[in-house]
């Protein structure tokens, strides 16, 4: 919900530069007809392109002001603020193209001091209705095209609302599947060494707030700054360390110039779980697990890389959820610009890495 807000904010900010275009578009399109007009009648070229450029503008303002108007009579609330639907655009269209034809004319009288007939009521009936079928005409072709271009802007708006919906919802649901495991572990493991080692308890304790602080701050953001995901990733391993003590070494590199690098929350702590649980948890000698990020040109690389039994050794049962989730996520962000990728570590010491690819926002 928060981003369609968003999205609708956006949508209503950035009305009056839709509106400034549109009249820009309007002048060009009439200058064009004006251009027509001068060629086929031979008439003055700068005299007629002024009188068309007055004309037109004259017709965006009542046109564009009208639909407002009447939308806001006839279909108040309506999901497309400004359109009244075709029955009353059509009037809106015939009156405002009326009113701009003889409002243009008279400022375009007023700029080149010439008296035009229209105005005096000495132009015969078929002139008459020959300049207003020149206005007419364009004018319900470019509303025509005005509408369908909004329709598309809408549209498209809404579907990125929704993707990014999406995301959030697959952001909760990876959370609520995540964290309860680690939680009710972290639980147990705290149970015996109350018993055992109070002290490490106390450390394990301290550890696991620290985490959940973290969490509950990410969870109120779509994207936070690196250094923040790497603080819930360095919290989280520390309560693994508390638990598999030596078995489990750790090493952080996170460059300064992309410690404030925005990325969506919860992208590493999946990786790294994958890690420790099919990978350092099946070795009777633990391993190592690196955190690292670093950038080429415009894409940021995050990498996952633990030393543990490699891809071959794996338990293939429950390892793609976090890592799907997390493609997914980023499909609907990024799309094609972002990938996820596992491979086998190529390097005598063995093991998998875990490599994410997205756009860099700076």
Not at 60 to 65: L, N
Not at 280 to 309: F, H, K, Q, Y
Not at 320 to 344: N, P, W
Request: contains cysteine; glycine residues 8%; aromatic residues 8%.
């Amino acid at each position: 919900m928060k981003s369609f807000v968003l999205t609708t904010d956006a949508a209503v900010a950035s009305r009056p530069r839709r509106y400034f275009l549109r009249a820009l578009r309007s002048v060009g399109y009439g200058i064009v007809v004006g251009l027509c007009i001068a060629v086929i009648h031979q008439q003055n070229v700068w005299t007629t392109l002024l009188y068309s450029a007055c004309i037109s503008l004259a017709c965006w303002f009542f046109i564009d002001s009208g639909r407002y108007v009447v939308s806001s009579r006839v279909a108040p609330g309506s999901a497309r603020p400004g359109w009244p639907g075709w029955r009353w655009m059509s009037g809106v269209v015939i009156v405002g193209g009326c009113l701009g034809l003889f409002s243009g004319t008279l400022l375009g009288d007023m700029l080149t001091g010439e008296h035009t007939p229209i105005l005096s009521g000495d132009e015969d009936l078929r002139h008459l209705l020959a300049d207003l079928l020149f206005v007419l005409l364009p004018a319900m072709i470019i509303t025509y095209f005005f509408n369908a271009r909004s329709t598309i802007a809408d549209r498209e708006a809404a579907v990125q609302a929704a993707q990014r919906q999406a995301a959030e919802s697959r952001l909760r649901l990876l959370e609520a599947q995540l964290e309860p495991h680690m939680f009710f572990n972290t639980l147990a493991n705290l149970h015996v060494l109350i018993g055992l080692d109070p002290p490490r308890a106390q450390a394990m304790l301290d550890q696991l707030i620290s985490f959940m602080r973290a969490t509950l701050n990410g969870s109120r953001a779509s994207e936070h700054p690196l250094r923040a995901e790497f603080a819930r990733t360095r919290d989280y391993l520390a309560l693994m360390q508390v638990r598999m003590e030596e078995r489990l070494r750790v090493h952080f590199d996170l460059p300064d110039s992309l410690a404030d690098v925005p990325v969506p929350p919860l992208l590493l702590q999946p990786l790294v779980e994958n890690a420790i649980r099919h990978g350092l948890e099946p070795s009777v000698a633990g391993g190592r697990i690196e955190v690292m990020a670093a950038r080429g040109g415009n894409t940021l690389t995050l990498t996952v890389r633990d030393t543990g039994v490699g891809l071959g050794r794996r338990v293939v049962e429950g390892t793609s959820f976090g890592l799907q989730q997390v493609r997914e996520r980023l499909a609907t962000l990024y799309g094609d610009r972002a990938s996820v990728s596992l491979t086998a570590a190529n390097d005598a010491e063995g093991g998998t890495l875990a490599v994410i690819r997205m756009p860099m926002k700076l």
